[in-house]
């Protein structure tokens, strides 16, 4: 999972297309304020990625499955 802090999106939408889960959306859309709160804790908390990295092996497998972040998440960054 990446977070993306919401005071240093300047909103182009770039990201959304290149995101292989289809999982980031505008924070317009509805009900979107409690990801973009989440985004700022952890953007705020976990290291900035500085270069591109492989996905995790299990990347395809997780993509889709119902309710993994209440089954699935750490706060740890990986």
Excluded: Q
């Excluded at 919401?6 to 939408?13: A, H, K, R, S, T």
């Excluded at 924070?27 to 304020?33: C, F, G, N, P, S």
């Excluded at 990625?49 to 089954?71: F, H, N, Q, S, Y």
């Amino acid at each position: 999972m990446l977070v993306i802090h919401p005071d240093e999106c300047i909103d182009c939408g770039v990201c959304e297309p290149e995101c292989p889960a289809d999982a980031i959306r505008p924070d317009t859309e509805a009900k979107m304020d409690c990801w973009v709160a989440f985004n700022h804790k952890y953007a705020e908390l976990w290291p900035v990625i500085v270069e591109a990295k492989e996905p995790l092996p299990t990347a395809d497998k997780m993509d889709g499955v119902p309710r993994k972040l209440d089954a699935h998440f750490s706060d740890k960054a990986v």
